[in-house]
């Protein structure tokens, strides 16, 4: 049984925005930093933000200004919200424990795509 079920990727404009959500029914999102990754194709996993149990967010520089993390600790969900999106945003998007470096990270969830294009 995976630990993270990540959703809401698909197609978007240039410009666009979308919201993903992580959920999990072995994690206490209440109880511990939680983060958002993306993958390009034949690429490492990078960390986009973070936001610990207490809800204080921290964004990788690529992403500062247009995305937003947030957690909802009723719905035991994460949320990763993506505004003005463009095609170097094109990637598979996780959530995961945060870890300074995804590699030493597992129970990764299937991820989900989000295609920036017309």
């Known amino acids: 049984q995976e630990y993270f079920l990540e959703s809401g990727g698909g197609l978007v404009q240039p410009g666009g925005s979308r919201r993903l959500s992580c959920t999990s029914s072995?994690?206490?999102?209440?109880?511990?930093?939680m983060a958002w990754y993306r993958q390009y194709p034949g690429k490492e996993r990078e960390l986009l933000a973070h936001i610990t149990a207490e809800e204080r967010p921290t964004y990788n520089d690529s992403v500062k200004g247009r995305f937003s993390i947030s957690q909802d600790n009723a719905q035991k969900t994460v949320y990763l919200h993506m505004n003005n999106l463009n095609s170097e945003d094109t990637a598979r998007y996780y959530c995961n424990y945060y870890g300074y470096d995804p590699r030493y990270l597992s129970n990764w969830g299937q991820g989900t795509l989000v295609t920036v294009s017309y």
């Open positions: 072995r994690v206490i999102f209440s109880r511990t930093t």
